[in-house]
């Protein structure tokens, strides 16, 4: 099996540490064993090569081990994160799930069974991965705006990338388990025979302690977590001296953030990264730490814009979706739907196409208005996006959560809001209803929520 290379690296660290969960420590040796206990508990359970197998698991020891040995069976991993297990049925329908494997706990308890779905997964991509006896993956989207999409990956080729040997890093595993950022992080960490560690939760205060307690060296995260980061002001608290890099992407980030946080932790090198779950996270590198301007390529990686447009081929891009129409151009690249600007050999991530607000013939990005606003010392969180309008075609809504304590009526809040816009942004920049919403936050894979809740 072309992904046994894990194991020979792993086999090269024995007496380190792999992963920290809990506050404990469990090393390479111990994930060896795991893997191998693993490897026959899918014997008797008749999990083989091409099984289509959800892993319903949070980041932890066992699930890592699993999600291991099933890479390495050839096994077809529908992973899943608790926050989930609501919608479970509706995935493993749309995925055809023939086994379900469960971690749950702080003991870590392990069930496996056989789906309600009845029938063999027969799906033509499925075909295409057992054919070549190659592992699968198949990741969803959000879901945030309608059936979330099913993208089916060749995991052999996905870690194609960890192969090269790189420097390992004690690695703070932010980002989900069922999420593209979550599984890069693992598989770089472990390739690279460095130490993943699992903060008790998401909270500012709980990522620094972890990051103090073990000595972490890489932060992998999102632009909406590191403005909670500055709000909170908790980095005060704690000793980061061990924090060499500070990654960020799924989403853009704000100039006037950047700059902060450079100005917080001077030592650390900040890096935007690039990614989408269906070509995987690309190797890129920023113009500097303050720059929102980064290369993107290499590894086999090439990169075209069209109409302004990111386009992108990729040996890591996905096979297609279970679900949803082809998503790539009649020549072959994937359309990212991110609109882009180039200044050479960089690029700067404006925002989705699908969220621009097209305002009497001129664009909007939430992101720019977002980042205005939240200029403001009365305004925690904003979060900018459009509705339609007979005249205009569109106009820009916004809603803000205050900063606790700061008591504005709505109207206050409104032409607040708008005076700022108007010194900072153009005409039709400026939002035209502004709502004060104390419940504005983000998903659980940290980033922003424009849409209004019904």
């Known amino acids: 099996m072309p992904t046994r290379f894990l194991q020979d690296r792993f086999r090269d660290v024995t007496q380190h540490d792999a992963i920290v969960w809990q506050a404990r420590t469990f090393s390479y040796r111990w994930l060896l064993d795991a893997i191998q206990q693993w490897e026959v508990r899918l014997d008797e359970h008749e999990i083989h090569a091409g099984s289509v197998t959800t892993l319903l698991a949070d980041l932890s020891p066992q699930s890592v081990a699993a999600l291991v040995a099933l890479t390495q069976r050839g096994a077809i991993i529908v992973p899943m994160t608790g926050s989930m297990r609501k919608n479970q049925p509706a995935y493993e329908a749309i995925a055809?799930?023939?086994?379900?494997?469960?971690?749950?706990?702080?003991?870590?308890?392990?069930?496996?069974?056989?789906?309600?779905?009845?029938?063999?997964?027969?799906?033509?991509?499925?075909?295409?991965?057992?054919?070549?006896?190659?592992?699968?993956?198949?990741?969803?989207?959000?879901?945030?705006?309608?059936?979330?999409?099913?993208?089916?990956?060749?995991?052999?080729?996905l870690l194609d990338k960890f192969r090269p040997p790189r420097p390992a890093m004690r690695t703070l595993a932010f980002l989900l388990f069922d999420h593209i950022g979550g599984l890069n992080t693992i598989l770089h960490t472990l390739a690279t025979g460095g130490c993943i560690v699992v903060p008790s939760d998401r909270s500012p205060e709980s990522v620094l302690a972890a990051i103090q307690d073990f000595a972490v060296q890489l932060l992998p995260t999102s632009p909406t977590f590191l403005k909670l980061l500055l709000i909170s002001g908790a980095w005060e608290d704690y000793d980061l001296k061990s924090l060499q890099m500070i990654t960020y992407g799924t989403e853009p980030m704000s100039a006037n953030i950047l700059a902060a946080l450079n100005e917080k932790l001077p030592h650390v090198t900040f890096k935007q990264t690039y990614g989408l779950s269906e070509v995987g996270i690309l190797r890129s590198k920023s113009k500097d730490s303050s720059s929102l301007w980064m290369q993107l390529g290499g590894d086999g990686v090439q990169t075209r814009v069209v109409d302004n447009i990111l386009q992108i081929k990729s040996h890591s891009t996905m096979l297609g979706y279970l679900n949803a129409a082809s998503p790539f151009s009649e020549d072959g690249w994937f359309i990212t739907g991110d609109v882009v600007q180039v200044d050479g050999e960089y690029f700067k991530v404006l925002g989705r196409g699908g969220e621009i607000i097209n305002v009497g013939g001129e664009k909007v990005y939430p992101a720019e208005v977002e980042a205005v606003i939240e200029t403001m010392p009365q305004v925690h969180t904003a979060a900018v996006y459009g509705e339609a309008n007979a005249i205009m075609g569109m106009i820009v809504c916004a809603r803000v959560r205050l900063i606790p304590g700061v008591e504005l009526s709505a109207k206050e809040v409104t032409q607040a809001v708008r005076q700022h816009c108007r010194n900072h942004l153009s005409p039709k920049q400026v939002p035209i209803r502004v709502t004060i919403d104390s419940q504005l936050s983000h998903d659980e894979r940290f980033k922003k929520q424009r849409t209004p809740r019904p």
């Open 96 to 157: 055809q799930c023939e086994i379900a494997i469960e971690i749950s706990g702080d003991d870590e308890t392990i069930s496996i069974s056989h789906t309600q779905n009845g029938s063999p997964a027969t799906h033509e991509l499925y075909a295409k991965l057992r054919a070549a006896a190659h592992p699968g993956l198949v990741l969803f989207s959000s879901g945030s705006t309608g059936t979330p999409k099913a993208a089916v990956h060749d995991f052999t080729r």
